[in-house]
Every structure is written in structure tokens, then in C-alpha cells.
């Protein structure tokens, strides 16, 4: 694994490593004044924003949709502030501020032996979430994709890995299951299933949101080639810096499932979680790129 952080690294990233001495509460008065900046000065993609909500939510006003976007903008700065503090978080802080409400529910798939995929989606702080490896019976597979800044790269994998999950690049996930497989270790599949898929990948469409987006279809593909369960990572913000998770099974036996079910049951619970709380969404991301007649009236032209 390419994530060890050299000296030379340390060296660079010190200012951040100091930042992250001071007590979270203090940093969140940084994350107001980066909120400040980034909404009212910068107007960081602020119509990518509003035009994702107000196509999502047609039934809401435009003073909601500039509520909603005004939260979310206002999280956005929370969850990189959280994201950073993690270099100096201890174990012990993590557990407390990042709670699981039913780990019996992966204790008893593990008691019948069952690897799993804990499907998460990009909702609220999925970054500390590697505290799991310490509240189940799961070694913690965490698929992520490789940054093209490759001292960042490093970083994320070294906070991600801190508290004992294995950080593994989306290209190397099958070789990752089969080693787990060989050593008969019970394994957690930690993936993130809600991206937009590249534009050579568009090969399933579903309505999510109000509108028709292309879905990628890993999960479901690993699910059915693994007989992985399907649990979903719901994800509440019970105060500022403080999470619970709920885990839920949506799917338990993938072999008996049709074509896409996994997909759909994955994609509808994310809809359903985003539609509650929709401010801690990653709205600023194209998610609907690509539209469905763009590419119809390619195929009929070719």
C-alpha cells in the first residue's frame, strides 16, 4: 500500500498536523469563517447547488431551496474540518463522538458467517466511520478512489487506516476478498455506491431524485459474486460533531434477488435518508451530469 506517510511528508502536512492539536470546538469557529467566505464571497458552485435542489425538490419554494442550500454550504465547511481533524483524533474521542446504535445486527450475521457490504453513500461524515473496526466482529475493507494529489492520497489513507480498517483502491478490491477469503477472515466490504459513473460506464438508469441518473453497479456485482448481505450505513447528525449510525439490512440474500434489486433497494434508501435531512448531502457534485435523451439520440445515430 502506497499510504505511508514519509518525513518529507510530515514536513509538509505540519500545518495541518497543528490545526489539528486545537479542540474541535474551537475549530468550528474556523468553519464559520470558511462558511463566510466560501458561500457569500467565493459563491463556491453555488448555482451547481440550486439547480440540484430545485430539480430534486420541485414541491419546495426557492426561499426553502436557498435554506437548504445556506445548510448545506454551512456543513460542507463542518465536514472538512472534521475531515482534517482526524490526523490527531484518538481513538477514544472517535468512539464517543461516532456511535453505532445496533452492532448486534452485524454480530449476528457474523455469527452465521456471513461477509457483508456495509453500503454508505456520500451523506453526512463517512470519514470516521473507521472507528468500526473496533465495535464488530468485521475486518473493515474501505474501497475508496485513489486522489490524483498523491500527498493527499497518502494522508487519507493514513486517517482512514489509523484505527485498524485496511484502506483498499477501488482496482484492488477483488484481489483484497479473495485474500480475505484464503485466510478465512470475516470481512466488511466499506463502500461508497452513490457516484456518478463515468461516461463509459452508463449502462443502468434508474429514477433517484426526481430525475433519471445513470447508477453504478458494484455493489450489485460484488454482492452477487460474493453472496455479500447488503447493509445500509444511515447516517444522523445528532448535534454538531456528534453521529449516530443505524445499521440496516436491505438486502440478505443476493442469489434470490432479480436483476438490479440491489441497485434499486441500495439508491431508494439513500433517497429516502437525503429527502430527511437533505442539507447533508454532497449537493455541489454534478450528479446529473448526463442526461438519458443525450444519450438516446447518440445510440440512434450511430
Given amino acids: 500500500m502506497s499510504g505511508v506517510l514519509t518525513t518529507k511528508d510530515k514536513f509538509k502536512l505540519f500545518p495541518l498536523w497543528v490545526i489539528t492539536l486545537i479542540p474541535l470546538e474551537i475549530l468550528y469557529l474556523l468553519s464559520d469563517m470558511v462558511f463566510i467566505i466560501i458561500y457569500y464571497v467565493v ?10 435542489l430545485r430539480v430534486s425538490f420541485p414541491e419546495k419554494s426557492e426561499k426553502e431551496m436557498k ?56 451523506y453526512g461524515n463517512w470519514e470516521w466511520a473507521n472507528n468500526l473496526n473496533h465495535w464488530g466482529p468485521y475486518k473493515i475493507l474501505g474501497i475508496y478512489k485513489p486522489m490524483s494529489n498523491k500527498l493527499f492520497d497518502r494522508l487519507f489513507i493514513h486517517m ?5 480498517s485496511i484502506p483498499v483502491a477501488m482496482k ?7 485474500k480475505a477469503q484464503k485466510k478465512k477472515e470475516l470481512f466488511a466490504l466499506y463502500l461508497v455506491a452513490d457516484q456518478r459513473p463515468g461516461r463509459e460506464d452508463l449502462s443502468y438508469w434508474t429514477h433517484f431524485l426526481n ?7 458494484g455493489l450489485e456485482k460484488l454482492s452477487l459474486r460474493y453472496d455479500l448481505p447488503v447493509v445500509f450505513f444511515n447516517m444522523s447528525r445528532v448535534k454538531r460533531g456528534f453521529y449516530e449510525i443505524t445499521f440496516e439490512l436491505i438486502v440478505e440474500n443476493p442469489k434470490k ?4 434489486e440491489i441497485t434499486e433497494a441500495y439508491i431508494h434508501r439513500v433517497e429516502k435518508m437525503v429527502k430527511e435531512r437533505p442539507e447533508y448531502y454532497l ?20
Avoid at 445548510?71 to 465547511?77: A, I, M, Q, T, V
Fill in 172 to 178: 484492488n478490491t477483488l484481489r483484497e476478498v479473495v
Fill in 283 to 302: 449537493w455541489s457534485h454534478k450528479r446529473w451530469k448526463y442526461k438519458p435523451e443525450e444519450f438516446k439520440s447518440e445510440a440512434a445515430s450511430t
Fill in 67 to 122: 435554506r437548504i442550500s445556506r445548510k448545506f454550504y454551512h456543513y460542507l465547511c463542518d465536514s472538512i474540518i472534521e475531515s482534517v481533524y482526524l490526523i490527531n483524533m484518538n481513538l477514544n474521542e472517535c468512539n464517543k463522538r461516532y456511535k453505532f446504535r445496533n452492532p448486534e445486527l452485524l454480530e449476528n450475521l457474523a455469527k452465521n458467517g456471513r461477509n457483508i457490504i456495509l453500503a454508505i453513500s456520500h
Fill in 160 to 164: 482512514r487506516g489509523k484505527y485498524g
Fill in 43 to 52: 459563491g463556491y458552485r453555488r448555482n451547481v447547488v440550486l439547480d440540484n
Fill in 211 to 217: 430525475q433519471e441518473a445513470p447508477v453504478i453497479t
Fill in 257 to 260: 434477488t432479480k436483476k438490479y
